[in-house]
């Protein structure tokens, strides 16, 4: 019988390794928020407005807000459609490119409690602040709450024509624009003051996940925005609430609307929404150890176009499936644009895809082999602590736990027993993110007729990323290899799914 004899040495070298310090943060890490932001990875975009009565997209027609009449308004369908599809939020475009407000602001005219659908529901003792009733639908059904706040304003430009409001209280000043004699930043910044410090009907303060700043316009005229105003106001008023643009400052465009990106995405930049803007490209790849860390986002549309519109068909359940392993698979939140019709609700059939839509990333995602019973070794573990950074952490489901090597090392490997044959169709790997963003390079083999056989070579790894094989391939044996990093690798989770 082998018998281990402690010493005093020994003693004090075990005292040794297990005080291991845990790896320092690599250069740009997430803020908590933004960690949190992470872990929320699909949620709603609400597009709904004047837009959706007068078949428009960027209301270019500038009618009044009569124009804006729902005939069975209902956010609290919208919340539940969207809690029931395993979406994690909503972000409503409070107001959009037409400067039509969905709010009761005290900042224009030109909002929707001066129509007579919103007089009608007022007088028959009903809210008319879709904001308002909005961001309480997201609480009563526990997901978050986003606002969209177009900088651009056509009813302000006075580039763009608004023969429907000539001589009405909707002729405003124009004052968007850096040659006008009024100030759009003040104007704007007050707007946004409203919306982060609105309290729902019952006293209660809203909370905001996400504000929305779109950067784009279709207007030759040149507005130069006060971004570190807007942000300070965020922050003054909506600490935890993630703060999105072309390219920050806490999120960022993926460079399209289609929901997808490249292979390669890092979750950091080297230029704040001040400076000058990436392409497209720039922005789906990121920089690697860029100075800020400004993940992506990628936006896209359940419908063809971003308002609701009769003679547009929804996507299929595939579909949506194929764009989630192309953003949330890659590292990137999902942001899925599901607009309300004229009756103001989701519509039935749409709401269904995104069942069907779940359904089906249900069953791909909850066919799980790891678990914590499982064998599984690793190249090394940092210090020799097996309880802080172990390999074991990587099957334990838990954020804060993580297999992590020593500072020296940029390369290693866990492999795991699956304790029989299986057949294997893809796999799920993540970075402990929270002490920044090393690995550059990843492989994972399967152990085929006694050989090891590599079924996915990857690059960035980042938050998540999900590998699915064109074949599936009968294994008993797993093995991740970090190929390449810039720092001691830290992996948080590792999962291997059947068919």
Request: proline letters at 4%; hydrophobic letters at 40%.
């Amino acid at each position: 019988m082998l018998r281990r004899v402690w010493t005093v040495g020994s003693l004090w070298l075990a005292a040794v390794v297990c005080a291991q310090a845990p790896p320092t943060a690599y250069l740009r890490t997430p803020s908590s928020q933004q960690l949190e932001w992470h872990r929320l990875e699909y949620y709603a975009f609400i597009h709904f407005g004047p837009n959706t009565f007068t078949d428009e997209e960027w209301g270019i027609s500038q009618s009044t807000p009569d124009v804006f009449s729902p005939t069975a308004l209902d956010t609290d369908q919208w919340a539940k459609s969207f809690s029931d599809a395993g979406m994690a939020g909503m972000i409503l475009t409070a107001k959009h490119h037409d400067g039509m407000a969905l709010w009761d602001t005290q900042t224009t005219t030109y909002k929707i409690a001066n129509g007579n659908w919103a007089r009608d529901r007022i007088a028959n003792g009903f809210s008319a602040d879709v904001v308002q009733l909005a961001a309480a639908s997201a609480k009563k059904y526990g997901i978050k709450f986003g606002i969209y706040l177009s900088p651009w304003d056509i009813h302000r430009d006075l580039a763009m024509p608004k023969l429907n409001l000539a001589g009405t209280i909707y002729d405003e000043p124009q004052i968007f624009g850096d040659d006008t004699e009024g100030d759009y930043n003040t104007l704007y910044a007050q707007q946004l003051t409203e919306l982060v410090t609105m309290k729902l009907s019952d006293g209660s303060p809203i909370e905001v996940s996400e504000l929305w700043l779109d950067g784009n316009s279709g207007s030759a005229t040149v507005q130069t925005f006060n971004w570190t105003d807007f942000r300070n106001i965020i922050r003054e008023y909506q600490p935890e609430a993630i703060m999105w643009g072309h390219q920050g400052v806490d999120a960022r465009w993926v460079g399209n609307e289609d929901g997808v990106t490249v292979a390669t995405n890092w979750h950091t930049i080297s230029r704040t929404q001040d400076e000058t803007h990436y392409s497209g490209e720039e922005l789906q790849t990121g920089v690697r150890d860029g100075i800020y860390w400004t993940p992506a986002e990628a936006d896209a549309r359940l419908r063809g176009g971003w308002f609701y519109h009769s003679n547009e068909k929804s996507k299929t359940s595939d579909t949506l499936m194929s764009m989630y392993l192309q953003s949330v698979g890659r590292s990137v939140n999902l942001l899925l644009d599901v607009p309300p019709d004229t009756t103001g609700q989701v519509p039935v059939a749409d709401a269904d895809i995104l069942l069907q839509f779940k359904a089906q990333r249900d069953a791909f995602l909850n066919r799980t082999l790891l678990t914590s019973k499982l064998v599984i070794n690793a190249s090394s573990v940092r210090g020799g602590n097996y309880t802080l950074f172990g390999p074991a952490n990587v099957l334990d489901d838990k954020n804060d736990t993580y297999w992590a090597i020593n500072d020296n090392e940029r390369t290693g490997w866990l492999e795991v027993d699956l304790g029989g044959v299986h057949t294997v169709g893809a796999f799920i790997t993540q970075e402990h993110i929270a002490l920044g963003q090393r690995i550059g390079g990843y492989a994972i083999d399967a152990l085929v007729k006694g050989t090891y056989k590599t079924l996915v070579a990857g690059t960035s790894l980042g938050y998540k990323r999900i590998d699915g094989l064109a074949t599936p391939v009968d294994t008993s044996r797993i093995r991740l290899r970090v190929t390449q990093a810039n720092a001691a690798p830290l992996i948080n989770s590792f999962q291997v799914l059947g068919l």
